[in-house]
């Protein structure tokens, strides 16, 4: 059984983590607006695999590496631009409406975000480590039912430097969905406020995820509005998704 739940929410808690933190943990990395969906949507797509990255300067030298590879990402909620990297254009943004299966299936995405792709790196060293997101909710706490992990941290990505209310709603609606086989596990503070927090959303996540600083932002621009409610579903994804060693993120 699961024997202890926490939920880091304040990126300054996901920066402060190293592998020695980590022995025995599994992870699950929540960005729902919008990097851990986006990712999922593309691996659903079929995409080969995604591997985030923290910079802009990281992801332009996968491309140099390995010129067939798809650059994704956003600074400031849009598709990053040449003028922000060395001139190029990044083929991607950060929304999963976007990602044309014809487009992305068998490629490699790489992908740079403001905080999800810096989350996903931060919690290199844990035993596992899982992409979580409304979209693939039921799939994710299947997975750990099974696996039982002795502890499991949920790691909100936040907004820049502050935590970001729907990444805490869906670690609280992941606690939630594991019911019984968290029901003797230590649950920490912060996760159980983000499980009340779900409780009292839980009728209409679009609603919720509209009051958060990250959808008020997407939804002032009117290409990318639609990204609220598309990530707001729950259960749209039956996969789960792993990073493994190299750095990759792939459905197991």
Known sequence: MIERVELLQAPAEWRALAPRHLVDTTCVVLDILRATSTMLTALAHGAARCVPVGEIDEALAQRARDPGVLLAGEREGVRIMGTSANGVDFDLGNSPRE???????????????????????????????????FLNLGAVAARLRVLA????????????????????????????????????????????????????????????????????????????????????????????????PDGSARIC
């Open 99 to 133: 990602l044309d299966p014809a487009r992305v299936r068998g490629r490699t995405i790489v992908i740079t975000t403001t905080n999800g792709t810096r989350a996903l790196r931060a919690c290199t060293g844990a035993e596992r480590v899982l992409l979580g997101a």
């Open 149 to 244: 992990p002795r502890r499991l941290l949920l790691v909100a990505a936040g907004t820049n430097d502050e935590a970001a209310f729907e990444d805490s709603l869906a670690a609280g609606a992941l606690c939630d969905c594991l019911g019984p086989a968290i029901e003797d596990a230590y649950i920490g503070d912060a996760a159980r406020m983000a499980r009340e927090l779900y409780r009292a959303h839980s009728a209409d996540l679009t609603a919720a995820l509209a009051l958060s600083v990250n959808g008020q932002r997407l939804l002032a621009h009117a290409e990318l509005a639609a990204d609220v409610a598309f990530c707001a579903r729950i259960d749209t994804l039956g996969i789960v998704a792993e990073m493994t």
